[in-house]
């Protein structure tokens, strides 16, 4: 069964940075794109930044440019998302979500992406 885990949400001020890791195990996803994707309250779920399947490409939303930087690891089939500068309207639940694959760049719906973690809650307070 795949399963995909994130860690690292929690409350910080603003300003300051999180790291979330997401560990997936099932299967390997290290031949499919990866994303994070957050839905906060009383919004649609947005894809927050994307990388295709070796890292070699990456997008970013453009409330995530020059703060936020999303990583894998496809020997540990982990992908990770460091956020520096964060600010109240980054609250939100933040998922990991992994693509079909194989290969691929990434995609910015996150109806593109059929697995998805269980979610981890982010708050930033002011």
């Known amino acids: 069964q795949v399963h995909l885990a994130e860690s690292g949400g929690g409350s910080v001020q603003a300003g300051g940075s999180l790291r979330l890791s997401c560990a997936a195990s099932g299967r390997t996803f290290n031949d499919a794109p990866m994303a994070w994707v957050r839905r906060a309250p009383g919004k649609e779920h947005e894809v927050v930044t994307a990388?295709?399947?070796?890292?070699?490409?990456?997008y970013y939303a453009d409330f995530a440019k020059g703060r936020f930087t999303i990583s894998r690891d496809n020997v540990a089939n982990t992908v990770y998302l460091q956020m520096n500068s964060l600010k109240p309207e980054d609250t939100a639940v933040y998922y990991c979500?992994?693509?079909?694959?194989?290969?691929?760049?990434?995609?910015?719906?996150?109806?593109?992406?059929?697995?998805w973690g269980q979610g981890t809650q982010v708050t930033v307070s002011a």
């Open positions: 990388i295709g399947w070796n890292g070699g490409v990456t």
């Open positions: 979500v992994a693509a079909e694959g194989p290969y691929g760049y990434y995609y910015i719906s996150p109806g593109q992406y059929p697995y």
